[in-house]
Nanobody, 125 residues
Framework: QAQLVESGGGSVQAGGSLRLSCAASGYTVSGVCMGWFRQAPGKEREFVSLIGIDGSRAYADSVKGRFTISKDHAKNSLYLQMNSLKPEDTAMYYC???????????????????WGQGTQVTVSS
């Protein structure tokens, strides 16, 4: 059974960095579309970034230039390097996997089949 486990969250001051990891099991990250989403208290879960089978990447405008998504096929893991963090980046971060290639709706939560349990990121000013 497919499983995703996030780690790497924590508390940092504004301007700091964190690297989130998502370990996958039950399938290989090289063969699926994967994404990062986040959800702040009282808000809907929103798209952060995705990476396709061919390595193509997409980012939300709010994180473009600050966050970098990547995959390590040998470790079967997904990563999100977050730099220049802002208080508005505070949220629970989730990784997600879609069992086929990314599509035109892959910025939406309902396009994904598997989700991790989330890791909390808190950025103080």
């Amino acid at each position: 059974q497919a499983q995703l486990v996030e780690s790497g969250g924590g508390s940092v001051q504004a301007g700091g960095s964190l690297r989130l990891s998502c370990a996958a099991s039950g399938y290989t990250v090289s063969g699926v579309c994967m994404g990062w989403f986040r959800q702040a208290p009282g808000k809907e879960r929103e798209f952060v970034s995705l990476i396709g089978i061919d390595g193509s990447r997409a980012y939300a405008d709010s994180v473009k230039g600050r966050f970098t998504i990547s995959k390590d096929h040998a470790k079967n893991s997904l990563y999100l390097q977050m730099n220049s963090l802002k208080p508005e980046d505070t949220a629970m971060y989730y990784c997600a996997a879609r069992t086929v290639r990314c599509g035109p709706r892959s910025r939406f939560t309902d396009d994904y089949h598997y989700w991790g349990q989330g890791t909390q990121v808190t950025v103080s000013s």
